[in-house]
Nanobody, 115 residues
């Protein structure tokens, strides 16, 4: 089992920045895929960003150029640096670890961007 704990969410004005962290514990060896989804009120959960063991990154188009995903394998931690935040980025952000067939999730952290 893998446990994930997120932190770093909060309230920020449009144009501001936040940095989310997600610490993994438990059987964390050989975790390749890590990333983030988000879910806004009344909407389905959507993919935001992913990173693999060697640092390959993918992003949803709406956050490209504004968000940066990174990871520190020695600390079993991943990060999501969010800049130039927009009100439409408001959502609960969930980190994950593992492939779709065996994916672990964090509890979620609220990000609210005011206009």
């Amino acid at each position: 089992q893998v446990q994930l704990v997120e932190s770093g969410g909060g309230l920020v004005q449009a144009g501001g920045s936040l940095r989310l962290s997600c610490v993994a514990s438990g059987r964390t060896f050989n975790i390749n895929a890590m990333g983030w989804f988000r879910q806004a009120p009344g909407k389905e959960r959507e993919f935001v960003a992913a990173i693999n063991w060697i640092g390959g990154r993918t992003y949803v188009d709406s956050v490209k150029g504004r968000f940066t995903i990174s990871r520190d394998n020695a600390k079993d931690t991943q990060y999501l640096q969010m800049n130039s935040l927009k009100p439409e980025d408001t959502a609960v952000y969930y980190c994950y670890a593992g492939p779709p067939s065996r994916r672990y999730w964090g509890q979620g952290t609220q990000v609210t961007v005011s206009s």
